[in-house]
């Protein structure tokens, strides 16, 4: 059976019942006050977070809604659109394998046998020849 979403006016709040098809329209009994709710269009609350002058999920469990999931915070501080902290963890760096390490530590040696070299054969510091006319 699908999920439906009903708005109870009195708590000011959204619910979800699963019901079939053939009776969705009518008006369900909110879980809260037992007032009966009508049916809102599916996920039209959803995209917000809910409570703090958006409409709160029923039963309220004191949790906040970020793009229909279940987030215990709200947003604070700058984050990028549609990102909750709860729900977008940064992910771990990638554990590189010992060949990858080898290769690093290989390039690595090159690179200051490289500039050691420049330094012994003491490269010479090209003059800057428009300065020339001072
Ligand atoms: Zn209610």
């Not at 059976?1 to 708590?11: A, L, S």
């Not at 006050?33 to 269009?41: L, M, S, T, Y």
């Not at 501080?77 to 549609?82: A, D, E, L, T």
């Not at 990858?100 to 012994?120: D, T, V, Y």
Request: hydrophobic letters at 25%; proline letters at 10%.
């Amino acid at each position: 059976m699908p999920v439906y979403e009903y708005y109870c006016k009195g708590c000011d709040g959204i619910f979800e019942t699963i019901r079939p098809l053939s009776r969705s329209s009518e008006p369900a009994p909110c879980p809260a006050c037992e007032k009966k709710a009508g049916r809102i269009p599916p996920t039209s609350f959803s995209a917000f977070t809910m409570r703090e002058g958006y409409p709160r999920a029923i039963p309220d469990r004191g949790t906040y809604y970020h793009l229909g999931k279940e987030v215990k915070r709200r947003i604070s501080g700058s984050v990028r659109m549609n990102e909750h902290p709860e729900l977008n963890k940064p992910r771990p760096k990638p554990v590189k394998s010992k060949g990858e390490r080898e290769i690093m530590r290989e390039k690595q040696q090159l690179r200051a046998k490289e500039e050691k070299r420049m330094r012994a054969d003491r490269v010479p510091v090209i003059r800057d020849r428009t300065r020339r006319g001072e």
